[in-house]
């Protein structure tokens, strides 16, 4: 069940009037108190039900973080539309991983509908993987992962293993990055590239690291925590360089924005500054890097921002944007419910 689409209502149409646009003609059913309409759900219901399971969700996630920082293993949520090349990417990642740091530990849980093609293409490097198909479902969800990472070899290695560390960790490190940007013009040339220099490591690489790859969808993956470190949102310069303004809740709950396939640029019409402008207009602290999984361009800044990240803190705190849609969830029932009497 998704909680974004609401694909289990039940019950008599009620219908949410959308908010209509007289110039064009335009429809806006999101617009509600509950963003979201569902024939034969109430926008009261819609949110009690939004919270309810994102509630639900938060609580399996903080136990899978918890779950990460005991086994030193840092976790990432990729996120994207279908064929924004997420799969080439983390072949290509874990390939120039095993050359920078081969000492760190990887595996990777591959989220699809159907198939387990995704999977297979990373065992063919060595990474183990699990394939998790959702079915109908459109996002993973923290307990699906709890159950992908308890076959994996990261969950049986923790102790035991030569690079593993006691569970509780004390790490007190702040953002591995500074996100000050400059802010790009939007008459900028399209091919603006950022020069990102090599960090200095204030801190090891982590022990182990673990690449969730999400369900190809823009949508219905942004609120739900599955006790990832970091959302990673991931736009090929193949699709529309107004992306996160279409789809402004995955931009604004990811850390970090990945350009691929900048090796096209060259053949495409693709803006890059007005792109990377409308991601830091939703998300103004985001984190931009330019790559080309084929002739390995921006790689290395790639790698360092992933190797420059502190170990998983079992005490780190959900993403800031679910905190802040479950709690403007339970003030908008409040208001209903105060309306009501």
């Known amino acids: 069940m998704c909680v974004v689409c609401g694909c289990s209502a039940t019950g008599a149409i009620e219908g949410s009037a959308p908010v209509l646009t007289p110039q064009t003609g335009d429809l806006h059913f999101g617009a509600g108190t509950a963003r979201v309409s569902v024939p034969g759900m109430s926008q009261e219901r819609a949110i009690k039900l939004e919270a309810d399971v994102l509630g639900a969700n938060k609580l399996v996630?903080?136990?899978?973080?918890?779950?990460?920082?005991?086994?030193?293993?840092?976790?990432?949520?990729?996120?994207?539309?279908?064929?924004?090349?997420?799969?080439?990417?983390?072949?290509?990642?874990?390939?120039?991983l095993k050359q920078r740091a081969p000492q760190v530990r990887l595996a990777v849980i591959e989220g699809d509908q159907q198939t387990s093609h995704d999977a297979d293409r990373i065992r063919a490097t060595g990474v183990p993987a699990i394939q998790v198909n959702t079915g109908k479902g459109c996002h993973l969800d923290a307990p699906m992962v709890a159950a992908a990472f308890a076959r994996l070899d990261l969950h049986a290695h923790s102790h035991g293993h030569p690079h593993a560390h006691p569970h509780t960790h004390t790490h007190t490190h702040g953002e591995s990055h500074d996100p000050h940007h400059p802010h790009d013009d939007l008459h900028a040339h399209p091919h603006d590239h950022d020069h990102t220099h090599p960090h200095d490591h204030a801190h090891p690489a982590p022990e182990a690291l673990l690449f969730i790859e999400n369900v190809g969808n823009l949508v219905c993956p942004a609120m739900w925590d599955l006790g990832e470190r970091a959302k990673v949102a991931i736009l090929s310069v193949t699709e529309g360089e107004d992306k996160p303004l279409?789809?402004?809740?995955?931009?604004?709950?990811?850390?970090?924005?990945?350009?691929?396939?900048?090796?096209?640029?060259?053949h495409l019409n693709f803006d890059m500054a007005r792109c990377k402008a409308y991601a830091r207009r939703v998300n103004p602290g985001i984190e931009i890097i330019e790559l080309s999984a084929n002739t390995g361009e921006g790689m290395q800044t790639w790698l360092d921002w992933l190797l420059d990240a502190p170990v998983q803190d079992a005490k780190a705190t959900p993403p800031t944007a679910l905190q802040d849609r479950i709690q403007q969830l339970e003030a908008e029932l409040a208001q209903l419910k105060a309306l009501q009497t």
Do not use: W
């Not at 279409?246 to 060259?266: E, G, R, W």
């Open 61 to 96: 996630a903080n136990q899978n973080r918890t779950h990460f920082a005991s086994h030193g293993v840092t976790a990432y949520n990729l996120v994207s539309s279908p064929g924004s090349g997420k799969t080439t990417l983390l072949c290509a990642t874990i390939e120039a």
């Open 246 to 266: 279409k789809y402004p809740d995955m931009f604004a709950a990811a850390k970090l924005m990945v350009l691929t396939k900048t090796d096209l640029l060259p």
